[in-house]
């Protein structure tokens, strides 16, 4: 997924859905601590640096809904990394970055945490830092709680307020679709409505699943077995997701999760031709974007 031409490099960074996530009660700085087992999907958006001898950090994105300009991770990450290597770099001053967004914006989660920590792992490749994936990660967790995950990939079990990364087997089932509604669902937002509803509770993640053991079940027997417990803040903030997802669940006969704080929904195949069919079976029935997605892709 990494391709080096002479002074620039190109990346693909993926897009994740949360499998399985439970949620405590807030810690006093506000964060809840998570147990939650993330999966790449096969959805990549395209990034190129090239340095450049003017300073900063200069993106540009060919889908004009993305910020491009402080506010964005990619800027915010790489400006960051080219601050703490100047001493040793005086050579590198600025970059230019260029995304092509193909992940779903607003609806995929973890797009934008993607981008920002394959920003990190791009340019210490072009830049020759030979940086840890652990010291990369330890960066990029200041901008995001789901941006350690990338550099673990592809499929991990995350804890803390996500940040801590233990790599897990990827599931033996290979294959997802992904319900990708037109709503945005602010994190903040979500958080909030579920210390509304009191929902945080200390033994939510005192059991800890037998990972290995999940890894190696078929769609039926482990669809049961996942929770997300963003589900019902994120369905009582936004009821015409609560009811997408009622009804996706009917449609197919099947059930449904919600990924991280949504609005993504997904459910689980074990075969690519029963993916490609449920996709198209929820896009005709429910008039929403649905993808066939690889879990895990190479
Ligand atoms: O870290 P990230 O930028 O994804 O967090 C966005 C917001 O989501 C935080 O400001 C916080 O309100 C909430 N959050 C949380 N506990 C977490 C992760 C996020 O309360 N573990």
Known sequence: MTEVMAKSIRVSPPAKI???LRVG?????GFHPLMSWMVTVGLFDNLEFVPISRPGVFLECDDPGIPCDASNLIVKTATALLESVKENEPGVTGLRAALQKRIPVGAAPGQSSSDGAFALLAMNELL????????LAE?????????????HGPSSICTGRGEIVNPTPPPKLRWAILILPKIHMATPAVYRRFDEMKMGQANALASVPDWRQWATLAAAEIL???????????????????ELHIRATQSLGRIVRMSGSGSTLFTLY???AEAI?????IQDQLQTRALPVQLCPA
């Open 224 to 242: 049961p077995l996942l929770i997300n417990d963003l589900e019902a803040p994120a369905f009582s903030l936004n009821p015409a997701l609560a």
């Open 270 to 272: 074990d075969s690519e």
């Open 139 to 151: 960066l990029a967790a200041k901008f995001g709680s789901d941006l350690s995950f990338f550099f």
């Open 25 to 29: 009660p807030p810690t006093p700085d």
């Open 18 to 20: 949360n499998l399985h």
């Open 128 to 135: 020759k830092l030979n940086w840890s994936r652990g010291r």
């Open 277 to 281: 069919q449920a996709a198209s079976h």
